[in-house]
């Protein structure tokens, strides 16, 4: 285990560069074995999840080599065989094997996924869109059997009861290879469907309507992967940084940045008084000055991301008045707020609304990243913070934060990484950026 040691209250300035996205990354890897040709992404992240992917595929005779953000994946000797625990239970992203698999060789055993604990999330539209398909679903001491019927699966009119990124995705791998026509209505548009869409396509399949209401797809029965997919860029990570800089920068450029699948984000960071420039494909944030407090409330996208609520609170508890926060997606998405309290935050929760008050100045102490973003909004926090902050279990916020400490120590933070046992000397020589890839 791994511990992140934050010595805050230095300003940070310069630039950062946002890496792949995570949640197109998580999907894109599982989906290459639909390919029957080596496939080649670019602009991977470093992270934990790719890492645990990677493992995932090697139990099915898939190799991978990584060479610093291009991996190459060769499912061209892939045994199909089940997946019914162990390492699926590392990342709640491992259940698009389930599509895939079933895309692939009509059957999967899937293990229930794992990942971070931020309230339910229930599977049940993915297992319609699988039945809509044909496809036979039964759960069996916690995993997933799912099996094609003997003529192979085929097309079919789904329409999601709810809108769901992950039973889109799951559906598009499933379908891509099925007789016929699958149209799916009331689908999630995040960009990330839109790359895994773009991905699909030139392999050869037939997909339409990605980032609309309805997706269409005409089934076609192989994928070859012909030229290397480069990975959208990472609006969560650039929002995050785009909340660190406004909380604790003296002016820092964020590059490699869509701006337009920033859209909701950044008209929320206007509302509060953050002054930024939106250039081609970077944002510079200026100093902040006074800053007011804001509602923000979670939707599907285009709406403000549910990723991107908890970076954000560490900036609005430096805004005047009183504001909350409504995340309609994961409504117990609240972790991270007995934390900020335990650093002097002025924040409660009531009835799952985030209610957030003016803090003068957080105090650094111990704390614990029970997710992802959590861990972000402690390590912003951190930064603000007098004095020093450790955040424990730091391996939530290395599964989805590509090279995170040495993008803050590149913007003049002071921050570590140590283990768990470690005593660590604030005047020490560690090198945190070889400690980091240790961690990786």
């Keep these: 285990m791994k511990k992140m040691i934050i010595h805050g209250g230095k300003p940070l300035s310069g630039e950062v560069v946002i890496g792949g996205a995570k949640n197109s990354t998580v999907a894109l890897i599982p989906a290459s074995i639909l390919s029957e040709s080596k496939v080649q992404l670019d602009g991977v992240p470093l992270i934990q999840d790719v890492k645990n992917l990677r493992a995932i595929l090697d139990d099915m005779n898939v190799s991978s080599e990584l060479n610093e953000t291009c991996l190459e994946i060769d499912p061209t000797q892939i045994v199909s065989k089940p997946l019914p625990n162990g390492k699926i239970k590392s990342l709640r992203a491992s259940y698009y094997f389930m599509g895939a698999l079933l895309g692939r060789f009509g059957k999967a055993i899937v293990g229930m996924p794992g990942g971070d604990d931020i309230g339910p999330r229930p599977i049940d539209q993915h ?105 959208i860029p990472d609006r969560i990570e650039a929002g995050t940084y785009l909340s660190m800089a406004a909380a604790i920068g003296n002016g820092v450029t964020v590059k490699n940045i869509i701006s337009e699948h920033l859209d909701s984000f950044l008209a929320k960071m206007e509302e509060i008084g953050v002054h930024f420039d939106v250039n081609e494909d970077s944002i510079y944030v200026y100093p902040t000055g006074d800053l007011k407090m804001v509602t923000v409330k979670t939707m599907p996208y285009p709406g403000f991301a549910t990723d991107l609520q908890q970076p954000i609170t560490p900036l609005l508890l430096k805004a005047q008045g009183e504001g909350m926060i409504v995340d309609t997606i994961y409504p117990k998405r609240v972790r991270h707020v007995p934390e900020l309290v335990r650093m002097g935050a002025n924040i409660t929760v009531e009835n799952d609304i985030i209610l957030l008050h003016h803090t003068d100045q957080l105090q650094g102490t111990d704390v614990t990243a029970d997710e992802i973003r959590a861990g972000a909004a402690l390590m912003i926090a951190g930064l603000m913070a007098e004095g020093t902050t450790t955040i424990h279990k730091v391996e939530n916020i290395l599964r989805g934060y590509d090279r995170v400490i040495m993008k803050l120590t590149n913007l003049g933070a002071n921050v570590e990484m140590a283990d768990e046992a470690d005593v660590v000397d604030a005047n020490s020589a560690v090198d945190p950026v070889v400690a980091e890839k240790k961690a990786l």
Excluded: W
């Design 127 to 231: 297992i319609k869109g699988f039945e809509a398909l044909g496809a036979r679903v039964s759960n069996e001491r916690g995993a997933m059997f799912i099996q094609a019927p003997d003529e192979g699966l085929h097309g079919a009119r789904i329409y999601f009861d709810m809108v769901s990124v992950g039973a889109t995705i799951n559906v598009i791998l499933a379908a891509v290879r099925a007789t016929g026509t699958t149209i799916i209505e009331n689908v999630a548009k995040e960009p990330e469907i839109i790359d895994l869409a773009t991905f699909l396509n030139n392999m050869g399949a037939k997909i339409r309507g990605a980032g609309t209401d309805t997706i269409r797809i005409e089934g076609v029965p192989h994928l070859y992967a012909r030229n290397s997919h480069t990975i």
